[in-house]
């Protein structure tokens, strides 16, 4: 059994098409890795609290008294079920509680029709979760780009209802993205949504973006990479 999760878990790294499932059981983290998201609760998590540059102008109680009223409605919005970070397309993004810098990320997700989402990337939007019925150029792509490639370079989804599998690298300002094992986006360089004459944040958080409809997330898993 060990043997096969580190094959399995060498065919993902190189991007050939190995869903983050077949690592083992879901929501544990393969070697190397830790799960930012634990099957259970909402450890690691918290409620959105206005955009980097706003929270950046903020006293240390105004984020304080911010964050405790975010946290309260992610909670009434975000849930775990059988396993499954759920959110009822209600309330606002899920953040991880702490901010990373160049890293690996492995996630499995789900949507339903007209699903719409995404992976903000150091709390810049993000990487496009979207359903290809209606948006034929696919997930994966880097949406708010407006001077680099923002176009997947293919539609690698599979069909609405079924889990798809993102591994997306970052490192410095340069993100490449794989969608279940296919190439979609090559060392493209991610450019700063809320602040568009500067290069993106050095660090931030990993944030699950709301987008209205209903979301399903499993086997979340991050890997840092030393600078």
Known sequence: MMKAMRV????AVLG???????????????DGFVALFNGKDLTGWKGLVASPPVR????PQQLAEAQAKADEKMRAHWMVEDGVLVFDGKGDNLCTVKDYGDFELLVDWKILPKGDSGIYLRGSPQV???DYNFNPVGSG???????????PLKCADKPIGQWNTFRIKMVGEKVTVWLNGELVVDNVVMENYWERDKPIYPTGPIELQNHGNTLYFKNIYLREIPR
């Open 128 to 130: 496009q979760i979207w």
């Open 8 to 11: 399995c878990l060498a065919v």
């Open 16 to 30: 050939l098409g190995c869903e983050a499932a077949c690592l083992g059981a879901d929501n544990v983290p393969p």
């Open 56 to 59: 950046a102008k903020m006293s």
């Open 141 to 151: 792509g880097l949406y708010n780009n407006q001077k680099h490639p923002s176009r």
